[in-house]
Nanobody, 124 residues
Framework: QGQLVESGGGLVQPGGSLRLSCAVS????????TTWFRQAPGKEREGVAC????????YYADSVKGRFTVSRDVAKNSVYLQMNSLKPEDTAVFYC?????????????????WGQGTQVAVSS
């Protein structure tokens, strides 16, 4: 199995921006899609944004559409999550995860490899 390492989290004021990075390494099989999930204290893990490896198609949760953008840099083996107009309710641990299985993009049970997570806190 490969490895995912997230970075870029931190504390930001409401309305601010952060860019998360997910470094992908060591995979010997194809990755079908890479997804950013988040989990806030006391809440279930939820899918935030997904990018398909084959064609770069993206998917977003309704709560982040228009504010977050997922992208990739194939040469750098990295996936990014640009987060703008952050709100206190975006506070969570953010994880990137990969799968080579077909399924609804935000179904966390379909994902095989997970990073360790990076904390995002939005507060004044």
């Amino acid at each position: 199995q490969g490895q995912l390492v997230e970075s870029g989290g931190g504390l930001v004021q409401p309305g601010g921006s952060l860019r998360l990075s997910c470094a992908v390494s060591g995979f010997t099989s194809s990755i079908f899609k890479t997804t950013w999930f988040r989990q806030a204290p006391g809440k279930e893990r939820e899918g935030v944004a997904c990018i398909r490896s084959a064609d770069g198609t993206t998917y977003y949760a309704d709560s982040v559409k228009g504010r977050f953008t997922v992208s990739r840099d194939v040469a750098k083996n990295s996936v990014y999550l640009q987060m703008n107009s952050l709100k206190p309710e975006d506070t969570a641990v953010f994880y990137c995860a990969t799968t080579n299985r077909i399924g609804y993009w935000s179904d966390s049970t379909k994902y095989d490899v997970w990073g360790q997570g990076t904390q995002v806190a939005v507060s004044s």
